[in-house]
């Protein structure tokens, strides 16, 4: 059973509230309510939001094989900002800025709903998308990741580090600790206290992991949530014997003073930080009371390209230059690395086709001429744009020319094309449900035109 929370008027109107679609332009009078949260991220990069303390998906920044960190949330041009293929929440004090994806209609935002569900297996969160408290929703949105991001580190192994233990025994086989030594052993019965450093699991880092875990339990969907990584989980609690839940505190700042900096592990970095951001909210909320600006933003391109391979994994190779997996060459000699999106299975009938998170008009100059490089490397003469399309557009379909304009021979070839093929987005469901069922109808139509 549902339970309505009655917010303090005053509180909510104090509130400085503003949605803004991706891929997008604005007038920047539209900002005015929220300039100082807009004077903080316009023309920043997403790795100087980063370092400011903005959570960016997928993992940081620069790892990140779609997000650019050279992209801006808000670029400035002329009178408007410009978004770019970025999603999520921003805040500073106590102004909001929610950017939702481009096929959210007047309503919710149910596409971004559905990519996070298809692609991380996201809880539905659909009716947080009415809460007032943008706090809470970011927070629940930490949350939900904590699945993805411990799965993720667990891959690499549990992490272990020195750690220096304290013994009071006749076995000694560290360092004296006289000190300690006369405060236990006086008078002297045999043993002596030491301490010795030893080779762990169960170090900060790991605590910080089974706290992190503890405390979503403690949620009405904390298990559901956990369930999907119960072996990762198993893992952590049986690798942390000296977990004590007093101790989270003290964890807490041994963590945000020692973050993991070994490159091998960066992915316990990441962890790390997300763990931190749900366990330090309890304290003092996101942003409450604080003027640094704060929030998490989903990359669209790495959440539509995930979801395409979803659809077409069977009939397509998806290279993934974040993981190194499926790497090609353009040249002999071990030249010219390239990831294609996606590469067909059927070698005698090849096709090329690229996911492009944005309109069908921004498609065009290098991603022509992107895919053409590619279509010639695999001798495919075949190439797609697969991109998201509102309801009622058609396919484009483009065809090589031959010739030249100096000898007035241009001429389109009937054997080389390129087609900009939208999956249809529903834009005016009444509600989550209906929207997941017009979506599968369409996902049919879409697959069966390329695959």
Same mark, same amino acid.
């Given at each position: 059973q549902k339970h309505t929370v009655i917010r303090n008027p005053s509180e909510v109107m104090r509130m400085k509230l503003l949605k803004i679609k991706d891929n997008s332009q604005?007038?920047?009078? $539209?900002?005015?309510?929220?300039?100082?949260?807009?004077?903080?991220?316009?023309?920043?990069?997403?790795?100087?939001?980063?370092?400011?303390?903005?959570?960016? &998906?997928?993992?940081?920044?620069?790892?990140?094989?779609?997000?650019?960190?050279?992209?801006?949330?808000?670029?400035?041009? %002329?009178?408007?900002?410009?978004?770019?293929?970025?999603?999520?929440?921003? @805040?500073?004090?106590?102004?909001?800025?929610?950017?939702?994806?481009?096929?959210?209609?007047?309503?919710?935002?149910?596409?971004?709903?559905?990519?996070?569900?298809?692609?991380?297996?996201?809880? /539905?969160?659909?009716d947080l998308e009415s809460d007032t408290d943008q706090d809470n929703r970011l927070f629940h949105f930490l949350l939900f990741l904590f699945p993805y991001y411990l799965k993720t580190a667990i891959r690499k192994g549990l992490f272990k580090k020195y750690i220096r233990h304290s013994y009071n025994d006749g076995n000694v086989k560290g360092a004296i600790d006289v000190a300690r030594h006369i405060e236990k052993n006086t008078p002297f019965v045999g043993n002596i206290a030491y301490t010795q450093r030893e080779f762990s699991y169960d170090n900060n880092l790991m605590e910080l992991v089974r706290h992190t875990i503890e405390f979503i339990k403690r949620k009405p969907y904390g298990n559901n949530l956990l369930v999907r990584v119960k072996d990762e989980v198993k893992l952590v609690i049986d690798a942390t014997p000296g977990y004590a839940p007093y101790d989270r505190q003290k964890i807490i700042e041994h963590n945000k003073k020692n973050t993991v900096r070994h490159a091998y592990f960066r992915e316990y970095f990441a962890l790390q930080r997300l763990c931190l951001l749900i366990l330090r909210h309890q304290k003092h909320q996101i942003g409450t009371g604080s003027r640094q600006?704060?929030?998490?933003?989903?990359?669209? *391109?790495?959440?539509?390209?995930?979801? =395409?391979?979803?659809?077409?994994?069977?009939?397509?190779?998806?290279?993934?230059?974040?993981?190194?997996?499926?790497?090609?060459?353009?040249?002999?000699? /071990?030249?010219?690395?390239?990831?294609?999106?996606? =590469?067909?299975? /059927?070698?005698?009938?090849?096709?090329? $086709?690229?996911?492009?998170?944005?309109? =069908?008009? /921004?498609?065009?100059?290098?991603?022509?001429?992107?895919?053409?490089?590619?279509?010639?490397? &695999?001798? $495919?003469?075949?190439?797609?744009?697969?991109?998201?399309? *509102?309801?009622?557009?058609?396919?484009?379909?483009?065809?090589?020319?031959? @010739?030249?304009?100096?000898?007035? %021979?241009?001429?389109?070839?009937?054997?080389?094309?390129?087609?900009?093929?939208?999956?249809?987005?529903?834009?005016?469901?009444?509600?989550?449900?209906?929207?997941?069922?017009?979506?599968?109808?369409?996902?049919?139509? &879409?697959?069966?035109?390329?695959?």
């Open positions: 604005q007038k920047k009078d $539209a900002f005015t309510h929220i300039k100082n949260l807009t004077n903080k991220i316009a023309d920043k990069t997403l790795e100087q939001l980063e370092r400011e303390g903005v959570f960016v &998906f997928p993992e940081t920044v620069k790892d990140a094989a779609d997000i650019t960190q050279d992209q801006m949330i808000l670029q400035s041009i %002329n009178d408007t900002y410009r978004s770019s293929n970025v999603m999520g929440f921003l @805040g500073y004090g106590d102004e909001r800025l929610i950017i939702e994806s481009r096929f959210c209609g007047e309503g919710e935002d149910y596409f971004f709903q559905y990519l996070l569900d298809k692609v991380l297996d996201f809880p /539905n969160i659909v600006i704060y929030g998490i933003l989903f990359d669209g *391109a790495w959440l539509w390209e995930e979801y =395409i391979n979803s659809l077409i994994e069977d009939t397509f190779y998806h290279p993934m230059n974040k993981s190194g997996t499926g790497a090609q060459r353009l040249f002999d000699g /071990n030249t010219g690395l390239i990831y294609p999106d996606f =590469i067909s299975r /059927n070698s005698e009938v090849r096709i090329i $086709a690229d996911a492009k998170y944005k309109p =069908i008009d /921004n498609i065009g100059n290098r991603d022509y001429l992107q895919v053409l490089a590619y279509m010639f490397r &695999f001798d $495919a003469k075949t190439g797609y744009y697969l991109y998201p399309e *509102a309801e009622g557009t058609d396919d484009l379909k483009l065809w090589m020319n031959r @010739g030249s304009t100096y000898e007035k %021979n241009v001429a389109p070839r009937d054997d080389i094309s390129v087609t900009k093929h939208g999956l249809k987005i529903p834009v005016d469901a009444s509600n989550y449900d209906e929207f997941v069922m017009r979506m599968k109808i369409c996902e049919q139509e &879409f697959k069966s035109r390329i695959c």
